[in-house]
């Protein structure tokens, strides 16, 4: 599975919008971006996922670039039980096997009030 | 639909003893996979169960096995624990739907070994 690189931490204010870049250089044509959060205390949770094209769901959206070497994780009015972890992941996607996640140190966002 | 559930949420054993964890996947879900958490490694994959069979696995010692049973539900058993092993153990589920796979955790089982 591809590295990812994450800031460490960002601030962001209640209400505003959040974006949490990831830099994954060495990404492959069949790899997928795949984020997931964990809040203290708690299990991760996924969020979203994407091959190159944006993509939008109920609790974010993911924006690729052309050349798939990073992307940048929305949240569009965050609030503080937003206040997470959050990590960018790049794996294969396949039918079977291999389900295993390569977690890295990911961001810690903090929503301020 | 309910969320995947883990048995105990907290758990205090001391070295040497053995100790085996309960997950419960979200109905439907065949495959589950156990992680395993502590604040110096992170988050690192012991191993994945699908249909009763380990399909993937970790870089963890062979005191940490797992089995999974015919309802999906998984096991994880740790024997001779060790310091070291104090963790927080998360599983995970995942539907068998066409290309990609998204994990979805329960709360895990919060472990120390004294």
């Known amino acids: 599975d591809a590295k990812t690189t994450q800031p460490t931490s960002m601030d962001c204010a209640e209400g505003r919008a959040a974006n949490l870049p990831c830099n994954h250089s060495?990404?492959?044509?069949?790899?997928?971006v795949y984020w997931y959060r964990q809040i203290h205390s708690q299990g991760p949770q996924y969020i979203i996922h994407g091959l190159k094209n944006n993509e939008t769901n109920e609790m974010a959206s993911l924006i690729i670039t052309e050349d798939r070497k990073s992307s940048t994780l929305i949240l569009p009015h965050a609030t503080l039980r937003d206040t997470a972890v959050y990590y960018c992941?790049?794996?294969?996607?396949?039918?079977?096997?291999?389900?295993?996640?390569?977690f890295g140190t990911g961001t810690r966002l903090t929503i301020i009030p | 639909k309910a969320g995947v559930t883990q048995t105990p949420r907290y758990l205090i054993k001391t070295r040497g003893q053995q100790v085996t964890l309960s997950c419960s996947p979200i109905s439907g879900h065949r495959s589950v996979s156990w992680y395993q958490q502590t604040p110096g490694q992170g988050l690192q994959f012991l191993f994945e169960y699908f249909s009763e069979t380990q399909r993937n696995k970790g870089n963890f010692p062979g005191r940490f096995s797992g089995r999974q049973f015919s309802n999906s539900r998984s096991e994880m058993n740790v024997s001779t624990l060790e310091l070291g092993d104090s963790a927080l153990y998360l599983c995970?589920?995942?539907?068998?739907?066409?290309?990609?796979?998204?994990?979805?955790f329960g709360p895990g089982t919060r472990l120390t070994v004294t």
């Open positions: 060495t990404i492959s044509g069949n790899e997928y």
């Open positions: 995970a589920s995942s539907p068998e739907s066409t290309g990609l796979y998204e994990q979805y």
């Open positions: 992941i790049v794996r294969v996607g396949s039918n079977f096997g291999n389900e295993k996640l390569t």
